[in-house]
């Protein structure tokens, strides 16, 4: 049995909740984008957030609906989950030419991982549902592409932005900006850190992805069939 996985998606921006800190301790970026404050702005991370949880409490269909909502927003590691599960039916009727054509979009900013995948999800194809993904490639472009998505997530950073305690023109001051740690600790960050402008202007923020995803790249785990136990040989053994 074969199977494909994202590596590096599950854990990256949006991943293991990080060990608890000491009240004076640096507050890490991943602690700083993992929180609620954050997140709440951000509605590509919020909604893959949620994805990710709906997948590991065994909530597929949920988790489909999560990231379908992220990808509205240009995530495209949540368009690449969505190809995964149509790929392999997870939570959805499996459909291999539109998990192709939702790979293919999530490679539209050529991160080399996606761009790997997008190829192996091709030479499994066959004639028809190549061209049946090619046809249907148009209308999730249309929908979800960078010149379509990209807006939606720049306007909610911007309204975001404006939001922001002190100005409109990114002075912060003295502001401290409180977040929930782990275990509902709460967490002092200086606003200027917090309102790094990576975070919220649409350009460096998109910068800042790109910063992330070019740099990783799928694994391929291969299973093999299941083989009994031999008498006397434990799990362990067989190792």
């Given at each position: 049995m074969?199977?494909?996985?994202?590596?590096?998606?599950?854990?990256?921006?949006?991943?293991?909740?990080?060990?608890?800190?000491?009240?004076?301790?640096?507050?890490?970026?991943?602690?700083?984008?993992?929180?609620?404050t954050?997140?709440?702005?951000?509605?590509?991370?919020?909604?893959?957030?949620?994805?990710?949880?709906?997948?590991?409490?065994?909530?597929?269909?949920?988790?489909?609906?999560?990231?379908?909502?992220?990808?509205?927003?240009a995530?495209?590691v949540?368009?690449?989950?969505?190809?995964?599960?149509?790929?392999?039916?997870?939570?959805?009727?499996?459909?291999?030419?539109?998990?192709?054509?939702?790979?293919?979009?999530?490679?539209?900013?050529?991160?080399?991982?996606?761009?790997?995948?997008r190829?192996?999800?091709?030479?499994?194809?066959?004639?028809?549902?190549?061209?049946?993904?090619?046809?249907?490639?148009?209308?999730?472009?249309?929908?979800?592409?960078?010149?379509?998505?990209?807006?939606?997530?720049?306007?909610?950073?911007?309204?975001?932005?404006?939001?922001?305690?002190?100005?409109?023109?990114?002075?912060?001051?003295?502001?401290?900006?409180?977040?929930?740690?782990?275990?509902?600790?709460?967490?002092?960050?200086?606003?200027?850190?917090?309102?790094?402008?990576?975070?919220?202007?649409?350009?460096?923020?998109?910068?800042?992805?790109?910063?992330?995803?070019?740099?990783?790249?799928?694994?391929?785990?291969?299973?093999?069939?299941?083989?009994?136990?031999?008498?006397?040989?434990?799990?362990?053994?067989?190792?």
């Amino acid at each position: 049995m074969r199977h494909l996985i994202l590596a590096g998606i599950i854990g990256v921006l949006v991943g293991a909740v990080p060990a608890v800190l000491p009240a004076h301790a640096q507050v890490s970026e991943e602690q700083l984008v993992n929180s609620e404050t954050f997140m709440s702005a951000h509605p590509d991370l919020r909604f893959r957030h949620l994805g990710l949880q709906a997948r590991e409490e065994g909530k597929q269909e949920r988790a489909f609906v999560f990231f379908r909502r992220a990808a509205r927003y240009a995530d495209k590691v949540s368009q690449a989950m969505v190809a995964e599960m149509l790929w392999n039916g997870e939570g959805v009727a499996q459909d291999r030419a539109l998990g192709y054509a939702w790979m293919d979009l999530a490679a539209e900013r050529a991160y080399p991982g996606f761009l790997t995948l997008r190829e192996r999800y091709w030479k499994e194809l066959d004639a028809q549902q190549r061209e049946e993904a090619v046809r249907r490639g148009d209308a999730v472009y249309a929908e979800y592409g960078d010149a379509a998505a990209r807006p939606r997530i720049d306007a909610a950073l911007r309204r975001a932005r404006s939001r922001m305690t002190g100005s409109r023109t990114g002075f912060t001051g003295t502001l401290q900006v409180f977040i929930a740690g782990p275990n509902g600790q709460m967490l002092s960050i200086d606003g200027s850190r917090f309102y790094d402008p990576k975070y919220w202007d649409p350009d460096l923020y998109q910068a800042w992805h790109d910063a992330v995803w070019m740099q990783l790249r799928p694994g391929r785990v291969d299973i093999g069939d299941v083989e009994p136990l031999r008498p006397g040989e434990t799990a362990d053994d067989a190792d």
